[in-house]
């Protein structure tokens, strides 16, 4: 009878080994811990070079970065400004609040028929006086696809039918 030649690592009971067959606790265990050490290594250098970096950048940090400078920074700014009281420039340590508002309470007198008055009053009034002026104003575009016109004619229907001049 013929006999069989030998196969590298087969046993003499006839079973093969395979590489996950000869991995142990103690392997799995160390492969973990190189892991993690390498992982906690690569962690520590990035943390180091952020922190180089963001101390580089507060070091070079220019002062104008440091203040809003965007459309509603500087319109905000600019209305601040408006109504600072600049006669009182001298008396700004001692009398603070006639330094930053006099100028609002001087162009902004309170009539005797309100009870208090506001920015946010004088915000909204002055919207109502926008809009009263754009709609009273002739239609420049008599184009029944302009807004101008839409707007109008629906305001004109609301107050025919505010007024009860039409019935629906």
Known sequence: MWNLPTIVGLKPDGKMSTFYSRITRAHLTSAALIFLGLLSALLLIVVIVQGANRRQNN????????????????????????????????????????????????????????TERTILGDIINQRDADIERLLNSPISRMSTESWEWKIKVCLLLFLLIKSKLIII
Do not use: V
């Open 59 to 114: 070091n070079n940090h220019n002062n104008a970065e440091q203040y809003c400078l965007n459309r509603g920074c500087l319109s905000a700014a600019t209305h601040q400004l408006r109504f600072m009281d600049s006669t009182a420039l001298a008396n700004r340590c001692t009398d603070f609040y006639n330094y930053a508002c006099g100028g609002w309470q001087q162009t902004h007198p309170i009539q005797s028929f309100d």
